[in-house]
């Protein structure tokens, strides 16, 4: 079966109502190890590339944070993946990436290996400035953008950045964090969006991971919100202190997106506490697979369907799924409240 009798077979899972919207966020493994190599390969209908364009149009999500998206000062590669998005019969024309953290050189020897310029020196781990950077593509029009992602670690009230760490020139923000104001039908919706950085790799990391998370605690918006992307904290198994997303979890609604397939608990997920249902990421040794990515609606928000993408491999998509990322797509289908 091909691929576009797949996405009709999802299309019976598309928002029950036409009041319904549809968020997802996902990695698609659109970075790559060079400046202008992903629109290379997008131009070029690279097959990663393609099967990642396959599984949102099947999606079909009304807007979808991409994490793990290579940015370029003139938004070329963004550009011409929305063009793909359109050609799979899915158009996305409204976009977002200002440029992130990774690869942001900051001056500084960060790891103190007695260098400049490496990829750990950069304001966010990267080898090229905007290295696996973030995207927002939207069918709804995108009203404003406010960007945290200058703001110093030291800045972060009740932070928990390392004396040794440098607190002039260091940002909070491994990535970005974004407040992205949607217009709908019943006014604004934001989606404050973000990609931490893994707990591991750099002592200070599990600090700052936790950290990136608590940041919107004190950023909520007076309006309906969305607490999404690539969170990297899975409450129960892995590594690093769950305890600001755990925070998160108190002021919204968690629809906990399952997938329809989960691989056998055995190897490094013998020992794993949480539901495998909830995985977003695929790791065959350890820490296994993980909760890392998370829509989280605001309690103005009604929630009305929500999943992980993760087919089994007798579904006509597994293969396009498979193909592009060993990240999972998330979707929830939510309504916005009447005024």
């Given amino acids: 079966m091909g691929l576009r009798i797949a996405a009709i077979l999802l299309a019976l899972a598309l928002p029950a109502s036409a009041e319904d919207l549809r968020l997802a ?42 994490t793990g998206f290579d940015w370029d000062l003139e938004g070329r590669a963004l550009t011409a993946f929305s063009a793909l998005l359109a050609e799979q019969g899915h158009p996305m024309p409204y976009t977002h990436a200002s440029q992130p953290n990774t690869g942001m050189d900051s001056g500084a020897d960060l790891d103190g290996d007695g260098r400049l310029g490496g990829p750990r020196d950069a304001q966010g781990y990267g080898s090229f400035t905007g290295q696996s950077g973030m995207a927002i593509l939207s069918r709804l029009p995108i009203a404003s953008v406010t960007d945290y992602s200058a703001m110093l670690w030291r800045d972060l009230r009740g932070h928990r950045m390392p004396d040794s760490a440098h607190a002039d020139l260091l940002r909070l ?25 893994p707990p591991a790799f ?25 607490i999404m992307g690539n969170v990297n904290m899975d409450p129960l198994d892995g590594e690093g202190d ?14 906990q997106p ?28 350890a820490p296994g697979n993980l909760r890392l990515d998370y829509i989280l609606p605001s309690h103005a928000l009604i929630v009305t369907g929500s999943a992980v993408l993760w087919p089994s491999a007798d579904d006509p998509l597994a293969d396009a799924v498979a193909r592009a990322s060993h990240r999972k797509l998330v ?3 939510l309504r916005m409240p009447e005024k």
């Fill in 258 to 285: 399952r997938g329809a397939w989960q691989p056998p608990q055995t190897g490094p997920n013998r020992n794993h506490r949480g539901d495998p249902a909830l995985d977003t990421a695929e790791y065959p040794r």
């Fill in 331 to 333: 979707y929830t289908d």
């Fill in 25 to 66: 966020t996902w990695n698609p493994g659109l970075s790559r190890d060079g400046p202008g190599l992903l629109l290379r390969d997008i131009m070029a209908r690279d097959p990663q590339v393609l099967a990642a364009a396959q599984v949102i149009a099947a999606t079909a999500p009304d807007a979808i944070l991409l």
């Fill in 202 to 226: 750099e002592t200070r990391n599990v600090a700052r991971n936790h950290d990136e998370a608590a940041f919107w605690l004190q950023h909520l918006p007076d309006a309906p919100f969305v």
């Fill in 242 to 255: 769950p305890a600001a997303l755990d925070a998160l979890m108190t002021v919204v609604q968690d629809p």
């Fill in 173 to 197: 923000s491994s990535t970005a964090h974004w407040d992205v104001a949607l217009t709908t039908f019943r006014g604004p919706l934001h989606l404050l969006a973000f990609a931490a950085t």
